[in-house]
């Protein structure tokens, strides 16, 4: 029998992934004008959030086959 409650942790695991995929694809194009721009210290945060909008993305993509505890 599968639990209810799996398929809706699933789900928001899911969209959890695909939103941070989809910022890191805006910050990543935020991060090339603001590199073109020479705005230096703004492409060094940028730079950061891009890195942990992948690093959820990825880790996301490691919850949603790791088995569940319980």
Request: hydrophobic share 40%; aromatic share 4%.
């Amino acid at each position: 029998m599968c639990d209810p409650s799996d398929s809706g942790s699933l789900r928001v695991e899911k969209i959890t992934r695909e939103v941070a995929s989809r910022i890191a694809e805006q910050v990543a194009s935020l991060l090339r004008d603001a590199r073109a721009a020479k705005f230096e210290f703004l492409a060094y945060l940028l730079g950061m959030v891009l890195k942990e909008a992948r690093r959820l993305a990825k880790d996301e993509d490691k919850s949603e086959g790791s088995p569940s505890a319980g």
